[in-house]
């Protein structure tokens, strides 16, 4: 049984760029204690390899291993006496007969670094691996215009600061670090941005047995997560809303739904998550099969069994389906900040493209709230929100179930329902409860109230299905 449930996934979207920072550094060639002091001795005076050994007291096999070593970095040479001296790279070390070794030099490199601009973290790569370098489906987060404006200037004095750390985890090239010594800063030739990317960062929201906020994970490839907390808890709290748990019990009085009720309390709030573990595996209540979802519908965890059964009616429509039997599928997003907000929607959204192509007897919509059929700037910005997937696009006039309901149904064949339930005072974001089920009674039930809202109207050539997201930007 696991002691945490993933409620929510976001991705956030901070302005980020790369630049090319020129360095000069102090490069020391380290040496041990003995091979330090053999070079000392012989700078006094060439020696035979046998009064090096007596003087330090050494065995055979070390003092061949220390002169061994000292000839090949170039240090030592055979005289044709037989005595060990200098070689000239090495007498440059020292300034006189008593001075000590001086092994470093000041070398100049370069590098490339990717820096979020709100925060002035580093990073390698996208944290979580994503290949998105788009603003799309995520929540963006604003830098402050002076950082965007001295960008340069901030990356220069936190490469500075940071420059032992940023040397330890392997930003700088190999050449710089291969030395056993860690190199010391000695000057910031130039910084120059490059490219300039959103850095993506994928968030799982969770709570734990007691039903609280689980503290966020630390993000991989990042040098201060704390930094980039506090950025995502301070955008949080300016995103929060009034509890909406009187609308959306009033809600599952509507679709008589008894079933994802007895998981809350009059305030939605979860009773018990240990309770919710039978649900989310699945089970049988007063004669129907359900299966609870926690989170919203194109969450992994979920999308898996709806994509499964996806699969097995579009296969079997495939085979034996006309096209005047064909099969509606009907996604209804809700009026949630949070909703859509990580590329994991556009993964559910390729599988229900696919099983409406061509003729595999379903046709899909997605609907999408907007204010009504005119709203050009609504329509656009959900269009460049999902814009490989414009064609499923249709909005619909916000308000249904007061924008807390979101529904995925096909006719005759399932439904999903999933109430987003906002509890800013426990919960940073809302939280996604409902179930899924292929019972008829209740697939028609909620089919039909569905359906009775697209296609009504609101007022005089006002409905509530305002078409295909593309003709009203074109109208």
Same mark, same amino acid.
């Given at each position: 049984?696991s002691s945490q449930y993933k409620y929510q996934e976001i991705d956030f979207l901070i302005p980020a760029q790369e630049f090319i920072v020129n360095f000069s550094y102090v490069s020391g060639k380290g040496l041990s204690f003995i091979r330090e002091?053999?070079?000392?001795?012989?700078?006094?005076?060439?020696?035979?390899?046998?009064?090096?050994?007596?003087?330090?007291?050494?065995?055979?096999?070390?003092?061949?291993?220390?002169?061994?070593?000292?000839?090949?970095?170039?240090?030592?040479?055979?005289?044709?006496?037989?005595?060990?001296?200098?070689?000239?790279?090495?007498?440059?070390?020292?300034?006189?007969?008593?001075?000590?070794?001086?092994?470093?030099?000041?070398?100049?490199?370069?590098?490339?670094?990717?820096?979020?601009?709100?925060?002035?973290?580093?990073?390698?790569?996208?944290?979580?691996?994503?290949?998105?370098?788009?603003?799309?489906?995520?929540?963006?987060?604003?830098?402050?215009?002076?950082?965007?404006?001295?960008?340069?200037?901030?990356?220069?004095?936190?490469?500075?600061?940071?420059?032992?750390?940023?040397?330890?985890?392997?930003?700088?090239?190999?050449?710089?670090?291969?030395?056993?010594?860690?190199?010391?800063?000695?000057?910031?030739?130039?910084?120059?941005?490059?490219?300039?990317?959103?850095?993506?960062?994928?968030?799982?929201?969770?709570?734990?047995?007691?039903?609280?906020?689980?503290?966020?994970?630390?993000?991989?490839?990042?040098?201060?997560?704390?930094?980039?907390?506090?950025?995502?808890?301070?955008?949080?709290?300016?995103?929060?809303?009034?509890?909406?748990?009187?609308?959306?019990?009033?809600?599952?009085?509507?679709?008589?739904?008894?079933?994802?009720?007895?998981?809350?309390?009059?305030?939605?709030?979860?009773?018990?998550?240990?309770?919710?573990?039978?649900?989310?595996?699945?089970?049988?209540?007063?004669?129907?099969?359900?299966?609870?979802?926690?989170?919203? %519908?194109?969450?992994? #965890? /979920?999308?898996?069994?709806?994509?499964?059964?996806?699969?097995?009616? =579009?296969? *079997? +429509?495939? !085979?034996?389906?006309?096209?005047?039997?064909?099969?509606?599928?009907?996604?209804?997003?809700?009026?949630?900040?949070?909703?859509?907000?990580?590329?994991?929607?556009?993964?559910?959204?390729?599988?229900?493209?696919?099983?409406?192509?061509?003729?595999?007897?379903?046709?899909?919509?997605?609907?999408?709230?907007?204010?009504?059929?005119?709203?050009?700037?609504?329509?656009?910005?959900?269009?460049?929100?999902?814009?490989?997937?414009?064609?499923?696009?249709?909005?619909?006039?916000?308000?249904?179930?007061?924008?807390?309901?979101? %529904?995925?149904?096909? #006719? /005759?064949?399932?439904?999903?329902?999933?109430?987003?339930?906002?509890? =800013?005072? *426990? +919960?940073? !974001?809302?939280?996604?409860?409902?179930?899924?089920?292929?019972?008829?009674?209740?697939?028609?039930?909620?089919?039909?109230?569905?359906?009775?809202?697209?296609?009504?109207?609101?007022?005089?050539?006002?409905?509530?299905?305002?078409?295909?997201?593309?003709?009203?930007?074109?109208?």
């Amino acid at each position: 049984m696991s002691s945490q449930y993933k409620y929510q996934e976001i991705d956030f979207l901070i302005p980020a760029q790369e630049f090319i920072v020129n360095f000069s550094y102090v490069s020391g060639k380290g040496l041990s204690f003995i091979r330090e002091y053999v070079l000392r001795l012989v700078n006094i005076a060439p020696m035979t390899k046998m009064q090096i050994a007596v003087y330090f007291g050494l065995s055979d096999i070390e003092v061949t291993e220390a002169i061994d070593d000292l000839i090949e970095q170039d240090f030592l040479n055979l005289n044709p006496d037989g005595r060990l001296g200098l070689t000239d790279s090495a007498s440059k070390l020292f300034t006189d007969v008593a001075s000590e070794i001086s092994l470093t030099t000041i070398e100049e490199s370069t590098t490339k670094i990717k820096f979020d601009l709100a925060t002035f973290c580093y990073f390698k790569s996208n944290p979580n691996g994503s290949v998105l370098n788009n603003w799309t489906c995520g929540l963006k987060l604003n830098a402050p215009p002076e950082h965007l404006a001295y960008a340069s200037e901030h990356v220069k004095s936190q490469f500075q600061d940071e420059f032992f750390q940023i040397s330890e985890s392997n930003y700088l090239p190999s050449a710089v670090t291969k030395e056993k010594h860690r190199p010391h800063l000695y000057m910031i030739n130039s910084v120059t941005p490059t490219f300039n990317a959103p850095l993506r960062i994928k968030v799982d929201f969770k709570i734990d047995l007691a039903g609280d906020p689980v503290l966020l994970e630390k993000f991989d490839n990042l040098s201060n997560s704390d930094q980039i907390h506090s950025l995502i808890a301070e955008h949080l709290s300016q995103m929060k809303r009034s509890n909406n748990a009187k609308e959306i019990i009033k809600t599952m009085e509507i679709f008589g739904d008894h079933y994802t009720a007895q998981f809350l309390d009059s305030q939605c709030r979860i009773k018990s998550v240990i309770d919710l573990q039978d649900g989310m595996i699945g089970e049988i209540v007063d004669g129907v099969n359900y299966h609870l979802m926690l989170g919203p %519908i194109y969450q992994e #965890e /979920n999308w898996k069994i709806l994509e499964n059964e996806i699969n097995v009616i =579009s296969k *079997r +429509l495939n !085979v034996s389906n006309e096209h005047n039997k064909a099969l509606k599928m009907t996604w209804v997003a809700p009026s949630d900040l949070f909703w859509g907000k990580t590329s994991k929607v556009g993964m559910a959204f390729e599988s229900v493209q696919e099983a409406s192509k061509g003729k595999k007897g379903m046709i899909a919509k997605v609907f999408v709230p907007i204010r009504n059929r005119y709203d050009k700037y609504g329509a656009k910005s959900w269009l460049n929100t999902f814009k490989p997937y414009a064609n499923l696009l249709n909005g619909v006039r916000e308000g249904f179930c007061d924008g807390n309901v979101e %529904i995925l149904h096909i #006719e /005759n064949e399932l439904v999903a329902i999933s109430y987003h339930m906002t509890q =800013s005072e *426990r +919960l940073p !974001v809302t939280m996604p409860l409902g179930f899924f089920t292929k019972d008829k009674s209740t697939v028609n039930r909620i089919g039909k109230i569905l359906n009775q809202y697209l296609t009504s109207y609101a007022a005089h050539d006002e409905p509530n299905d305002c078409g295909h997201l593309q003709k009203i930007t074109q109208s």
